[in-house]
């Protein structure tokens, strides 16, 4: 029954793009995602299938050792209909873009930012909606203290349709309570972008080796790269270049 199952398992993963892998052996197998598998847990439940989800992207199935054909093709159909959620319904693979330090960036990515952020505050100042970042949710950890950069960047997200969610020294606290990969893993289920003020480059650059979702340095001891760019804009508005 294990390569009858197997082959159901490649089936899908040929029909959901957000399938990435077949895992496991003999029965025991189990799917990698693209995206979050916690909703795709609950859909199954509705539908009478019991699955487990483990390190937020990989359902596991263990079905009993007498398990049949029919038993199988069945529970496959059950996860056919549940996979249909909105959380991947709308999936598109994609690689992950975090604005780090400058080498991030090109200059022809600089050149269409600045573009951007100018149309963007004409928008503003002549008060036309421009909500690109609808139902969009931003976690800010700052480990340093910020009038500006905490004010912009809550401003930028409400201004742009969003939500921002402010975390502290006392709430994250990292490498204490958690640490940085942790933390980092954990945001990635709830929110949509994270944006960190540390004092550490290295505490930035784990966390955006282990977050799913874009990563923004909001200062380091390394680099201010938000700051720059908003000093190059102004420089551009006030000398033309």
């Keep these: 029954m294990g390569k009858v199952f ?11 793009p957000f399938v990435k892998n077949i895992r ?63 959380v991947t319904s709308s999936f598109r693979p994609m690689n992950k873009r ?16 600045f573009a951007l952020a100018t149309g963007l505050k004409r928008k503003q ?11 969009k949710c931003l976690a800010m950890i700052f480990e340093k203290p910020s009038l500006r950069t905490r004010v912009t960047f809550e401003a930028g ?24 990969a942790d933390c980092a893993r954990s945001l990635s289920r709830w929110v949509d972008l994270i944006t960190v003020r540390t004092f550490s480059q290295t505490t930035l650059d784990e966390m955006a080796a282990y977050a799913s979702v874009p990563v923004i340095n909001a200062l380091t001891d390394l680099s201010h790269p938000c700051q720059v760019l908003a000093d190059c804009l102004t420089l551009i508005e006030h000398k033309g270049n």
């Design 125 to 135: 100042r002549q008060e036309i909606p421009h909500p690109l970042l609808a139902r």
């Design 98 to 113: 975090d604005l780090l330090n400058f080498r991030d960036l090109s200059r022809e990515e600089m050149v269409r930012i």
């Design 6 to 16: 197997v082959r159901g398992l490649s089936k899908l993963k040929d029909r959901f």
């Design 157 to 180: 997200m409400v201004q742009l349709g969003g939500h921002a969610v402010f975390l502290g020294l006392n709430e994250v606290n990292s490498g204490v309570r958690e640490t940085p």
């Design 24 to 86: 496991g052996k003999g029965l025991i197998l189990g799917l990698e995602l693209e995206v979050e598998g916690a909703k795709i847990v609950d859909a199954c439940m509705e539908e009478g299938l019991l699955i487990n989800c483990t390190a937020y992207k990989v359902l596991r199935f263990v079905p009993p050792l007498t398990i049949t054909q029919k038993e199988i093709d069945r529970g496959l159909g059950h996860f056919r209909q549940s996979a249909r959620t909105p």
